[in-house]
Each structure stands twice: as structure tokens, then as C-alpha cells.
């Protein structure tokens, strides 16, 4: 079915370039103004018809190399009655302005109730043909018909275009030559850059992250003392307030109603090298007109192509209609030639946030790669691979300089470098997906904009504090996020930065609780938040009903019930050790250690109190163990898939943020253990938009959010 379903797909143009329409002059006449200023095309039975040929960006000296020509449209089958479409037939093929062809009758049948927008490309045309008889048509509005269509003829309705200087840029916009300094970026009105009315911030005051804690009992004895005793710190930031059309198939309005969320910077860095030809390349320009087609207009977007050197190919624009438009058309000026060279590509990336006039609240780049790069990164015997030389300086997420910019990086196919991608998130401050299948890349770029779409809080800091007075903390278990220890180890701060909508995040720390037989009641802990609300720009700070107290009864009162809670997070942190260390193995060649280490924490896992009580999250723990000892079976598994696999892993369980994994097609796993509802949105908006219908039941997919282990049930 899988075959099939690909076959499917070459045939109805899935896997061509993305194209949009180009923008036409209101003088021209209505002969010329179609499909890039030639005759608009009505095939005859003998099969002869225009070609469209975009406006070409002038080559640069940066080595990419742009397509002299737009691909032309596949004239194999009609996407719209899926019947072949071949010369001598009997029917007109009519080719529209994104130069997808289709039978006459069969578009202008579609276009005759409104519909505007391309069935295969989902470009929004400016003129759309539709049936009239002919001897009812002024003869300049007539084209050329073949004698078996001559009582029908196309007639060419125009649309509305876009207005003033913008239009116009969108046929000169790629003749400029890249700037020295990316201070071009298109000004944000300060009104609009959030859309988020008045009326809606008051409401929201409420709305603030939710902090719950949990000690790992209930009690100790006043005549005892525990060493390593586990609080965990639970928080869960705020809706967004957002609402999404998922699963409408109206291309007429915004993809999203966005009334309550932060807008957004987005760069994204795409391989195009040499072994990004093909399908590989196809799939990406589609998953890219997805990003684009659901950025807002106060979100702005720039495209960095990268192969043996890297190039600016669009500058930072807003998501307007004009602003789309010219960004599908710059992706789809994409091809693909040279070598990999990912330095070059972060490099001009960060040049476009650095050199920025205007700022949006939240700043993203999304990174894209199949390959090694060998341009940049050194490797010296006995002292290691040099990752950092990959990333700029600037965007360190520890550097001090204040610029945020973390660095979503996807790894594609099984040729990628898994070590360098992973590296250059973490180094970021970024998550690392690995794109095993490559029909899932739309959906893990929906993902991942699902998240950054949703941001509701900025520069979330959680202190730690101890109240007893004998307390000292003895370790805070929060992955990759920073962490310090001050006071004589009584007070402790993460830096935990932004949360999506709904997002959640679990610290454990412990405590050694001292002998008290004053009280019957111990204080040990107070926790307090401060963050900034990236709508109102405003400091929030949060510390009601956050004190962590626990009994101290004379004698003990038996055996306690472990917090569940407690137990659970204990095991994904037990899990991601596991997993870390059995990578360390697999790197030395030993396998079969790697493989026993992975072994032994599933059996411990089984054996805890979140097994025994049937926890959803132990048992996709458990899930993953297994699946990552399956690829590392032998060294040429491992390479092609485990290394990947396990670091993508390591990268959502260090955040706590969802990354996509392999091909996403095992409903136990865990490899959306913490998905948003934005996020769960977007993916269902990517898997709908086939055509308006569902997608295939063999299609690899990123799960919907109801196999997930449940975390919002947390009483």
C-alpha cells in the first residue's frame, strides 16, 4: 500500500516544486496576463501547450545554483478525477498559472463554486478559468480551441492582486544582490506585532503558569532523618488563548485566528547540496509552503539556503498575502548542487537576527540537513570532534550576550550527521528530530512550529528555596537546563526560558531532612517563578500556595505510599541515564554492553510503582527502551538509525519538549510524551491537508496526542 500511495503522490504532483502565482501588471491584457505572461494554455487533443517560466534569480557568487526555468507541471494524471491525461483523447488540458495541469472540464467544474486555490500546490490563483459558450465571447477574450472543443472556450475571470510597491517586488525581488548587512527586515507595526486586544489581557491576568509540588512521602518521623529526600516541582504554563480551523478545508481565510499569542521571527537554514536531489527536495519546498501558509502576518519569515556555501534567498518579511507569495516563490527557486556546509548556513542564519532594525517577541531558527558538514568541523586525534566551530558565538544559549535564538534541528535520511545536529540544539538551546521516513517532514515542521506559534512565556527563572533551617539541597535534576546552587546549597535557580501553551515542565530536587522533634510540622521548601508575559512584556511573579510541607508524626505510621507522581519522573530520569550511558557503549563499539544497559533499566522500570499502577508514561518508557535496543542490533543499525534515534531521544527528555523520531509510527512510544495541544493541532492540520481528506492509514505519521501518555491527569 506504502508503493502505492507514493505512486500516488508522484502522480498528482506532490512531490514537485511549490509554486504560487506570480503577480501581474493591472495594463496587461487579459491574452498575456497568464501563467508568467504567456497566452493562457488550452491543450488540444494533440497535446501542445505553453510552458511557464518564472522570473529567475540572478546567480550569486555564493556557489547556488538557481534554476534557469520553473519545473513543469506533471501531465500524467488529473488531480481532480485521478484519470490520465494523454494526447488524442479527446479532452483539453488546461495548465494553470503554477503550471499544474489538469482536464479542462475537471477545473473549471472545481472553480465554478468559488474555489480559487490550486487542488495539488494549494497556490491562490489570480485568474481561474471557467465554461461559456463561445459564440457568447468577445472574440480578444477567445483562445485558440481545437476543433473538438470548439463550442467551449476559456474564459479568464480575474482576481483580486495584491496592491502598490508590493506586488511589484514579487518579480524583482530575487535580482537583488545579497546585502553586506541584513538590516533590510520588513518594519513591524507595533500595534499589531501581538495581536492580543486589550480587553483580552485584562481577562488573562489569571491565566499565569501553575505550580504544584510534591514531596515524595507524606511523612517522616520527628526522631528520623532521610538522606536524598525528592520534591517534585510541577509546573504547567497557561493556554494561549489561540483557536485553530484543523480539519476545515477553507483556504480562503488565515489558517489560524490569532488572538492572544506572541509573533514570531523564523529562520530557517535548508540543505540544498547534491544529495538533497529529488524527492528529498520536493518534500522539503512542501514542507516548507505548510510553514508558510500558517506563519501569521505579524510573524516574519527569512529563507538561508546552504550547500557548499551558504545564501540569503529571502530577507525577513512579514506572513502577509504579498508576503507569502514571494516566500513560496523563493522556496521554490530552490535546487539542489554542491557540497554540505551547515557552519556557513547558521552563520548567515544568525546575521539575519543580529542585523535586524525591528524584533519580534519570539526568535527561532529551524535547521535542516542530510549530510556531513566538511567544511568547518575539525577532527583531532585523541582530543575529539570540534562541534562548536558549527555554531555562532552569539547564539550560545550561555554566552551572556542576551540574544536567545535557539537552533530546532532536523536531521534528514539516514546520511545526516546525528552527532553534529544534535550538538548544535543543545549548544542552542534547541531540540534535535530525526526525520528517519521522509514523507513525515511536514508533519515535524508542523510540530515544531505548533510549539513556536503558541510561546506564552519568556524567561521563565524557578528559585528553590529551603525554609527549614537545618535544610540544605543535595541535587536538582533538571537535564539540560541550567542550573546553580548558592546560599550554602539552600537556595537553587533553573533557567528554564520559554514555555508553549499548556507546556509542561518536572524538576526533582533533594534534600536531606534533619532529626526535628519540635514540630509536627516540617517546612521544607518554597518555590517561586519569575518570568516575562511576552504579550504584555511585563515581569510576572509567582510564589502563592508553593511552600512544601511535610508531617513529623511521634512514631511512624507504617509503610508510606510513594508519591506517584514522584515515582513517575524518578523513571524518566532513570530512563534518559539509561539511555545516555548506553550511547556512550554504542559509540566505543560495544554494543552489547549498550544493549545491556538499556535491558537492565527496562527490568527496573517493571519493577517500580508506576509499573505496578499501569502508568502510561512507565509503560512508553519501557516501549522506548526496547525500540532503541532493536537499533543498535549491529554497528550498521546503529549508524543508520540507533545513534539517531537515541540522541533525539536524549534531546526531548534533557527539555521536555517534543521532538520528532524515526518514523513516528509506534503508538506506544514516547516520542510525543510532550506534545502541546498546539502542537497536536498543527500536526493534525498538516495530516488533513492531503487533498482535504484523511491521510492513508499506512502513512508514516507523528501520532495524534491521545496515544501519548496522559500528563494532564495529575491530580
Given at each position: 500500500?506504502?508503493?502505492?500511495?507514493?505512486?500516488?503522490?508522484?502522480?498528482?504532483?506532490?512531490?514537485?516544486?511549490?509554486?504560487?502565482?506570480?503577480?501581474?501588471?493591472?495594463?496587461?491584457?487579459?491574452?498575456?496576463?497568464?501563467?508568467?505572461?504567456?497566452?493562457?494554455?488550452?491543450?488540444?487533443?494533440?497535446?501542445?501547450?505553453?510552458?511557464?517560466?518564472?522570473?529567475?534569480?540572478?546567480?550569486?557568487?555564493?556557489?547556488?545554483?538557481?534554476?534557469?526555468?520553473?519545473?513543469?507541471?506533471?501531465?500524467?494524471?488529473?488531480?481532480?478525477?485521478?484519470?490520465?491525461?494523454?494526447?488524442?483523447?479527446?479532452?483539453?488540458?488546461?495548465?494553470?498559472?503554477?503550471?499544474?495541469?489538469?482536464?479542462?472540464?475537471?477545473?473549471?467544474?472545481?472553480?465554478?463554486?468559488?474555489?480559487?486555490?490550486?487542488?495539488?500546490?494549494?497556490?491562490?490563483?489570480?485568474?481561474?478559468?471557467?465554461?461559456?459558450?463561445?459564440?457568447?465571447?468577445?472574440?480578444?477574450?477567445?483562445?485558440?480551441?481545437?476543433?473538438?472543443?470548439?463550442?467551449?472556450?476559456?474564459?479568464?475571470?480575474?482576481?483580486?492582486?495584491?496592491?502598490?510597491?508590493?506586488?511589484?517586488?514579487?518579480?524583482?525581488?530575487?535580482?537583488?544582490?545579497?546585502?553586506?548587512?541584513?538590516?533590510?527586515?520588513?518594519?513591524?507595526?507595533?500595534?499589531?506585532?501581538?495581536?492580543?486586544?486589550?480587553?483580552?489581557?485584562?481577562?488573562?491576568?489569571?491565566?499565569?503558569?501553575?505550580?504544584?509540588?510534591?514531596?515524595?512521602?507524606?511523612?517522616?518521623?520527628?526522631?528520623?532523618?532521610?538522606?536524598?529526600?525528592?520534591?517534585?516541582?510541577?509546573?504547567?504554563?497557561?493556554?494561549?488563548?489561540?483557536?485553530?480551523?484543523?480539519?476545515?478545508?477553507?483556504?480562503?481565510?488565515?489558517?489560524?485566528?490569532?488572538?492572544?499569542?506572541?509573533?514570531?521571527?523564523?529562520?530557517?537554514?535548508?540543505?540544498?547540496?547534491?544529495?538533497?536531489?529529488?524527492?528529498?527536495?520536493?518534500?522539503?519546498?512542501?514542507?516548507?509552503?505548510?510553514?508558510?501558509?500558517?506563519?501569521?502576518?505579524?510573524?516574519?519569515?527569512?529563507?538561508?539556503?546552504?550547500?557548499?556555501?551558504?545564501?540569503?534567498?529571502?530577507?525577513?518579511?512579514?506572513?502577509?498575502?504579498?508576503?507569502?507569495?514571494?516566500?513560496?516563490?523563493?522556496?521554490?527557486?530552490?535546487?539542489?548542487?554542491?557540497?554540505?556546509?551547515?557552519?556557513?548556513?547558521?552563520?548567515?542564519?544568525?546575521?539575519?537576527?543580529?542585523?535586524?532594525?525591528?524584533?519580534?517577541?519570539?526568535?527561532?531558527?529551524?535547521?535542516?540537513?542530510?549530510?556531513?558538514?566538511?567544511?568547518?568541523?575539525?577532527?583531532?586525534?585523541?582530543?575529539?570532534?570540534?562541534?562548536?566551530?558549527?555554531?555562532?558565538?552569539?547564539?550560545?544559549?550561555?554566552?551572556?550576550?542576551?540574544?536567545?535564538?535557539?537552533?530546532?534541528?532536523?536531521?534528514?535520511?539516514?546520511?545526516?550527521?546525528?552527532?553534529?545536529?544534535?550538538?548544535?540544539?543543545?549548544?542552542?538551546?534547541?531540540?534535535?528530530?530525526?526525520?528517519?521516513?521522509?514523507?513525515?517532514?511536514?508533519?515535524?515542521?508542523?510540530?515544531?512550529?505548533?510549539?513556536?506559534?503558541?510561546?506564552?512565556?519568556?524567561?521563565?527563572?524557578?528559585?528553590?528555596?529551603?525554609?527549614?533551617?537545618?535544610?540544605?539541597?543535595?541535587s536538582v535534576k533538571a537535564g539540560s537546563y541550567q542550573t546553580s546552587l548558592m546560599g550554602n546549597a539552600r537556595l537553587a535557580t533553573i533557567s528554564v526560558g520559554d514555555l508553549y501553551a499548556e507546556?509542561?515542565?518536572?524538576?526533582?530536587?533533594?534534600?536531606?531532612?534533619?532529626?526535628?522533634?519540635?514540630?509536627?510540622?516540617?517546612?521544607?521548601?518554597?518555590?517561586?517563578?519569575?518570568?516575562?508575559?511576552?504579550?504584555?512584556?511585563?515581569?510576572?511573579?509567582?510564589?502563592?500556595?508553593?511552600?512544601?510541607?511535610?508531617?513529623?508524626?511521634?512514631?511512624?505510621?507504617?509503610?508510606?505510599?510513594?508519591?506517584?507522581?514522584?515515582?513517575?519522573?524518578?523513571?524518566?530520569?532513570?530512563?534518559?541515564?539509561?539511555?545516555?550511558?548506553?550511547?556512550?557503549?554504542?559509540?566505543?563499539?560495544?554494543?552489547?554492553?549498550?544493549?545491556?544497559?538499556?535491558?537492565?533499566?527496562?527490568?527496573?522500570?517493571?519493577?517500580?510503582?508506576?509499573?505496578?499502577?499501569?502508568?502510561?508514561?512507565?509503560?512508553?518508557?519501557?516501549?522506548?527502551?526496547?525500540?532503541?535496543?532493536?537499533?543498535?542490533?549491529?554497528?550498521?543499525?546503529?549508524?543508520?538509525?540507533?545513534?539517531?534515534?537515541?540522541?533525539?531521544?536524549?534531546?526531548?527528555?534533557?527539555?521536555?519538549?517534543?521532538?520528532?523520531?524515526?518514523?513516528?509510527?509506534?503508538?506506544?512510544?514516547l516520542v510525543q510524551a510532550y506534545q502541546t495541544p498546539s502542537m497536536v493541532d498543527m500536526v493534525t492540520r498538516s495530516q488533513t491537508m492531503v487533498f482535504g481528506a484523511p491521510v492513508p492509514q499506512?502513512?508514516?505519521?507523528?501520532?495524534?496526542?491521545?496515544?501519548?501518555?496522559?500528563?494532564?491527569?495529575?491530580?
Amino acid at each position: 500500500m506504502g508503493s502505492k500511495w507514493t505512486k500516488l503522490k508522484l502522480a498528482l504532483g506532490l512531490d514537485s516544486c511549490v509554486h504560487i502565482p506570480r503577480s501581474f501588471d493591472n495594463s496587461s491584457s487579459a491574452a498575456t496576463r497568464f501563467s508568467g505572461g504567456v497566452s493562457p494554455t488550452v491543450v488540444s487533443p494533440a497535446g501542445d501547450s505553453s510552458s511557464y517560466r518564472p522570473s529567475t534569480p540572478t546567480p550569486s557568487s555564493s556557489g547556488l545554483r538557481l534554476p534557469k526555468s520553473g519545473p513543469k507541471s506533471p501531465k500524467g494524471t488529473c488531480a481532480i478525477c485521478l484519470y490520465t491525461m494523454k494526447p488524442g483523447q479527446g479532452h483539453a488540458i488546461f495548465t494553470a498559472e503554477c503550471s499544474h495541469s489538469f482536464h479542462f472540464h475537471c477545473i473549471t467544474s472545481n472553480v465554478k463554486h468559488g474555489n480559487q486555490i490550486c487542488p495539488v500546490c494549494r497556490a491562490k490563483w489570480k485568474e481561474v478559468p471557467f465554461q461559456s459558450p463561445a459564440s457568447n465571447m468577445p472574440y480578444d477574450r477567445l483562445n485558440q480551441v481545437s476543433p473538438r472543443e470548439e463550442g467551449w472556450a476559456t474564459v479568464l475571470r480575474r482576481l483580486p492582486s495584491p496592491q502598490g510597491d508590493a506586488a511589484r517586488q514579487i518579480s524583482s525581488l530575487y535580482h537583488v544582490t545579497e546585502p553586506a548587512i541584513f538590516d533590510d527586515d520588513e518594519a513591524l507595526d507595533q500595534q499589531t506585532s501581538v495581536t492580543h486586544p486589550k480587553n483580552e489581557i485584562d481577562n488573562d491576568v489569571i491565566n499565569t503558569v501553575e505550580i504544584k509540588t510534591y514531596p515524595e512521602v507524606s511523612s517522616v518521623p520527628k526522631s528520623a532523618s532521610r538522606d536524598a529526600f525528592a520534591v517534585l516541582i510541577h509546573l504547567k504554563a497557561p493556554h494561549s488563548g489561540r483557536k485553530q480551523n484543523i480539519g476545515e478545508n477553507n483556504t480562503e481565510s488565515p489558517p489560524l485566528v490569532e488572538n492572544s499569542r506572541a509573533s514570531v521571527d523564523l529562520v530557517t537554514v535548508l540543505d540544498v547540496s547534491g544529495s538533497m536531489a529529488g524527492t528529498k527536495l520536493a518534500l522539503l519546498k512542501r514542507a516548507m509552503g505548510f510553514v508558510i501558509q500558517n506563519l501569521g502576518p505579524s510573524d516574519r519569515l527569512s529563507v538561508i539556503a546552504f550547500s557548499s556555501t551558504a545564501r540569503r534567498i529571502f530577507p525577513l518579511r512579514k506572513m502577509t498575502d504579498t508576503g507569502r507569495q514571494q516566500a513560496l516563490q523563493a522556496v521554490n527557486s530552490l535546487v539542489s548542487n554542491g557540497g554540505t556546509n551547515i557552519a556557513e548556513g547558521l552563520r548567515k542564519g544568525t546575521k539575519v537576527f543580529s542585523d535586524r532594525r525591528w524584533k519580534n517577541s519570539v526568535s527561532s531558527i529551524i535547521l535542516l540537513s542530510d549530510g556531513q558538514d566538511t567544511y568547518t568541523v575539525n577532527s583531532r586525534p585523541n582530543v575529539g570532534t570540534d562541534y562548536l566551530s558549527l555554531v555562532p558565538n552569539s547564539i550560545h544559549r550561555n554566552n551572556g550576550t542576551g540574544m536567545q535564538i535557539p537552533v530546532h534541528a532536523f536531521g534528514f535520511g539516514s546520511d545526516h550527521d546525528a552527532t553534529s545536529m544534535h550538538s548544535i540544539s543543545e549548544i542552542s538551546g534547541g531540540t534535535f528530530s530525526f526525520i528517519e521516513a521522509e514523507d513525515v517532514i511536514q508533519d515535524a515542521f508542523a510540530q515544531c512550529i505548533g510549539g513556536l506559534l503558541s510561546v506564552v512565556v519568556q524567561e521563565l527563572q524557578v528559585q528553590v528555596r529551603c525554609v527549614h533551617p537545618q535544610l540544605q539541597l543535595s541535587s536538582v535534576k533538571a537535564g539540560s537546563y541550567q542550573t546553580s546552587l548558592m546560599g550554602n546549597a539552600r537556595l537553587a535557580t533553573i533557567s528554564v526560558g520559554d514555555l508553549y501553551a499548556e507546556e509542561e515542565r518536572d524538576f526533582l530536587v533533594t534534600v536531606n531532612v534533619p532529626v526535628d522533634q519540635s514540630s509536627d510540622e516540617t517546612s521544607l521548601l518554597t518555590v517561586r517563578c519569575l518570568y516575562r508575559d511576552p504579550i504584555t512584556k511585563e515581569m510576572v511573579a509567582l510564589e502563592e500556595n508553593s511552600e512544601v510541607k511535610i508531617l513529623r508524626p511521634d512514631v511512624g505510621g507504617g509503610e508510606l505510599v510513594v508519591s506517584i507522581e514522584v515515582d513517575r519522573q524518578r523513571n524518566r530520569l532513570r530512563a534518559a541515564e539509561a539511555m545516555a550511558e548506553a550511547r556512550v557503549a554504542a559509540e566505543q563499539g560495544d554494543l552489547s554492553t549498550a544493549v545491556s544497559v538499556l535491558d537492565s533499566c527496562h527490568k527496573a522500570l517493571s519493577e517500580t510503582v508506576s509499573a505496578h499502577a499501569g502508568d502510561r508514561l512507565c509503560v512508553a518508557l519501557s516501549a522506548e527502551l526496547k525500540e532503541m535496543q532493536e537499533r543498535m542490533a549491529n554497528q550498521r543499525v546503529y549508524e543508520q538509525s540507533g545513534r539517531a534515534y537515541v540522541l533525539s531521544g536524549l534531546s526531548s527528555h534533557s527539555w521536555q519538549r517534543a521532538t520528532a523520531r524515526g518514523d513516528s509510527t509506534d503508538s506506544t512510544s514516547l516520542v510525543q510524551a510532550y506534545q502541546t495541544p498546539s502542537m497536536v493541532d498543527m500536526v493534525t492540520r498538516s495530516q488533513t491537508m492531503v487533498f482535504g481528506a484523511p491521510v492513508p492509514q499506512n502513512k508514516r505519521v507523528l501520532r495524534p496526542a491521545k496515544s501519548f501518555p496522559d500528563r494532564q491527569r495529575r491530580q
